[in-house]
């Protein structure tokens, strides 16, 4: 693996430059079985219906990502949470999507890099992944992602890897520079919401996550777009489409027909 600068000072994204497949996948609500940002903007923030109002308006454009999240967020800051109180409260309540361990053992078995792409922070990120898969595993894992600020006053806000963009965290530039490589490789990306909208037409193959509490926007947005995309429950689901086609038993073409994992 290349060396790389710790993920919340890079400038680029770290490229495998001699694989021929990468996974990239978003973190919250996709790798976990519920988003952190959201489970606390619910239950320390402002509450679930006024984000969902935010999150269909970043779906409907009328909103950007960056500034409805930035909203979500300090909503939680405004009732007095520190960032530390909301990293334990995130340990005790976040769990594990049920098929993931046994889809990173069998990619890093079959060397193939497990990104994680997020629109998170990096220490919240850290904190779950270490509690739920162990400190070894957890930081073998390469994490691209935004960082967060505490302020003196013990205030916090999200520090935005991509200030500039709308997404706050544009995660299509943690694939386009793999397009740009001589022998680029196939790439799998993994996500579930709005958050995941730049990427999602950049990948060779796209597997977007169904939620059972009905917050499908990722879905919705690349059904909206027309474009290709397979539906899956967990990775215990998506683990064999991917065999299929590492293996050479599918093309990219043959799996994006599926449509569900």
């Known amino acids: 693996m290349d060396a790389v600068a710790p ?3 890079l400038p680029y994204p770290p490229i495998h430059k001699d694989k021929k497949f990468v996974v990239l996948s978003d973190w ?3 790798i976990t079985t519920y988003d952190s940002n959201d489970y606390m903007t619910d239950n320390l923030g402002f509450g679930r219906e006024k984000r969902r109002e935010l999150n269909m308006d970043v779906l409907n454009e009328k909103i950007t990502f960056r500034d409805a999240f930035h909203d979500m967020l300090a909503s939680v800051v405004s009732k ?8 334990e409260i995130l340990r005790k309540n976040i769990k594990l999507d049920p098929g993931f361990k046994e ?7 079959n060397d193939i890099p497990v990104i994680i792409v997020s629109s998170g922070m990096t220490p919240t990120i850290r904190a779950v992944l270490t509690n739920l898969l162990g400190e070894e595993s957890a930081n073998e894992i390469e994490i691209i992602s935004n ?13 935005y890897r991509h200030p500039t963009s709308g ?18 490789p196939t790439l799998f990306f993994f996500g579930d919401g709005v958050s995941d909208m730049s990427a999602a037409k950049h990948a060779d193959v796209l597997f977007v996550k169904e939620k059972e509490y009905g917050e499908n926007d990722l879905a919705a947005y690349c059904t909206k777009l027309g474009i290709k995309h397979i539906l899956f429950s967990d990775f215990s689901n998506a683990l064999p489409v991917v065999q299929s086609v590492v293996k050479g038993d599918r093309t990219v073409q043959e799996a994006l027909s599926m449509g569900h994992a």
């Open 7 to 9: 993920e919340s000072t």
């Open 103 to 109: 889809f990173y053992a069998w990619c890093k078995a």
């Open 80 to 87: 007095g949470h520190s960032f530390d109180e909301c990293k």
């Open 167 to 184: 997404f706050g965290h544009d995660k299509s530039q943690a694939i386009l520079p793999y397009r740009d490589l001589e022998n680029p």
């Open 28 to 30: 919250d609500g996709t």
């Open 147 to 159: 960082d967060v600020d505490i302020k003196a006053d013990g205030t916090w806000e999200i520090k």
